[in-house]
């Protein structure tokens, strides 16, 4: 099975700061790479698709960037409605994988 | 617009077979290209992928529990089944059932959790 190592697994930023989330995979993956965030008691929900596209109705603070085996997440400006656990998802091949998640909390 | 819902027990007894039911809306398991999925996440820990289902009844399951997990679908009915046999306290886990787009899950259902107990 392919691994996906999340980055950090934690992290604490003030409101307005730029967040970064790396995820990469242990064989190439292409752009087969999506961004879910899960709120606390909720389902997750898809933010990027195909490592940089986003989602209908995401706002545009979320981007994705990365192929191969290495991979971006970014808030370009956390709000506090982000307090959230983002997953990365490879689906190059099955099984698909998500990563550990990263938690982010407001500083 | 997609919905989709899971239904079953709160909890099981070890060694007890889990049947889950996923009812959708909005879509139809007959499009070619659609697939439903089930993902699973015990308390504070990630999610972890255990089933999918294809349009053309293709099925496909997690390496490691495949023995145990049996998918099936009833397109009249707009239902997704996952049963899980011999189930253990480890398999405590709020499971989801998910729309998928080519591999991207692109609409969850809310959840439910079962706790598996004595």
């Known amino acids: 099975d392919i691994q996906m190592t999340q980055s950090p697994s934690s992290l604490s930023a003030s409101v307005g700061d730029r967040v970064t989330i790396t995820c990469q995979a242990s064989?190439?993956?292409?752009?087969?790479l999506n961004w879910y965030q899960q709120k606390p008691g909720k389902a997750p929900k898809l933010l990027i698709y195909?490592?940089?596209n986003l989602e209908t109705g995401v706002p545009s603070r979320f981007s994705g960037s990365g192929s191969g085996t290495d991979f971006t997440f970014t808030i370009s400006s956390l709000q506090p409605e982000d307090i959230a656990t983002y997953y990365c998802?490879?689906?190059?091949?099955?099984?698909?994988?998500f990563g550990g998640g990263t938690k982010v909390e407001i500083k | 617009q997609i919905t989709l819902k899971e239904s079953g027990p709160t909890l099981v007894k070890p060694t007890q077979t889990l049947t889950l039911t996923c009812t959708f809306s909005g879509f139809s398991l007959s499009t070619s290209g659609v697939g439903v999925g089930w993902i699973r996440q015990p308390p504070g820990k990630a999610l972890e992928w255990l089933a999918l289902i294809y349009w053309d009844d293709d099925k496909r399951y997690s390496p490691s529990l495949k023995s145990r997990l049996t998918i099936t679908k009833d397109t009249s009915k707009n239902q997704v089944v996952l049963t899980m046999t011999n189930m253990d306290p480890v398999d405590t886990a709020t499971y989801y059932c998910?729309?998928?787009?080519?591999?991207?899950?692109?609409?969850w259902g809310q959840g439910t959790l079962v706790t598996v107990s004595s």
């Open positions: 998802q490879q689906y190059d091949n099955l099984p698909p994988i």
């Open positions: 064989q190439d993956i292409s752009n087969y």
């Open positions: 998910a729309h998928s787009r080519g591999g991207v899950f692109d609409y």
């Open positions: 195909d490592a940089s």
